[in-house]
């Protein structure tokens, strides 16, 4: 079946820009979760969703950085007015739900978005 | 908080031999999950093997294994019989028990394996 969709692959923009990044996450999959990886570092946790609500904003590094996500589909993480501390690639993940004792389900990545701040 | 701690920035392996994977973790929690991430030039996470730290015996999944010590809050990798597409970015993370939580990274061991 498919993946984890996210789009752009690539995204190269302004400083001060806004951007839109899209995580479409596996069918039936009702935890969703935003990482940013940075050049050469390990995953940083941003925000997850169950369902469409997000019990952990914690990693999100300021107020330009926002996410929402319509039901148990689609994700949007935007970033406003754009610094270049911000250039990393930003990766999604979703996972089904957990049943009974098995109640963490293995997260299965998306392919990521590489956004560039010039 | 949770921290994952991988100590080897690189490492190297001949084709056919055996290398493994150190990793190690702090927690207060006594239930979780551990698990080791690939990740190859193609950017994607790919789940190698996964351990419930409820269950004493280690995990396997084929070539790849782990020596999960709780006690001393150690989960290394091993991988048997190297192959070139084994080169890859290895990340170990953390998760807590209690429902679908996010992952804790490592900072990733960067493995190249040299015909």
């Known amino acids: 079946g498919a993946g984890v969709s996210q789009s752009p692959s690539n995204k190269v923009t302004e400083k001060g820009k806004d951007v839109e990044l899209r995580c479409d996450p596996i069918?039936?999959?009702?935890?969703l979760y935003w990482y940013r990886q940075r050049l050469g570092q390990g995953l940083e946790f941003l925000i997850y969703?169950?369902?469409?609500?997000?019990?952990?904003k914690s990693g999100l590094p300021s107020d330009r950085f926002s996410a929402e996500r319509t039901g148990e589909s689609v994700s949007t993480l935007t970033i406003q007015r754009t610094q270049q501390e911000d250039s990393a690639v930003y990766l999604c993940?979703?996972?089904?739900?957990?049943?009974?004792?098995?109640?963490?389900?293995?997260?299965?990545f998306g392919d990521g978005t590489r956004l560039s701040i010039l | 908080a949770q921290t994952v701690t991988q100590s080897q920035p690189e490492m190297s392996v001949q084709e056919a031999e055996t290398v493994t994977l150190s990793c190690t973790y702090d927690?207060?929690?006594?239930?979780?999950?551990l698990f080791w991430y690939k990740q190859p030039p193609s950017r994607q996470m790919i789940l190698v093997i996964r351990?419930?730290?409820?269950?004493?015996q280690n995990a396997t999944e084929n070539r790849f294994s782990v020596n999960f010590q709780k006690a001393a809050k150690s989960f290394s990798l091993k991988i048997s019989d190297s192959q070139l597409g084994d080169t890859a970015m290895y990340f170990c993370?953390?998760?807590?028990?209690?429902?679908?939580?996010?992952?804790?990274f490592g900072k990733g061991t960067r493995l190249s394996v040299i015909a």
């Open positions: 993940a979703s996972s089904r739900p957990g049943q009974g004792v098995d109640s963490n389900q293995p997260q299965h």
């Open positions: 069918s039936g999959h009702t935890a």
């Open positions: 969703f169950q369902g469409n609500s997000a019990p952990d």
């Open positions: 927690t207060s929690e006594s239930n979780y999950y």
């Open positions: 351990q419930e730290a409820y269950k004493q």
């Open positions: 993370a953390f998760m807590r028990n209690s429902g679908n939580t996010p992952l804790v």
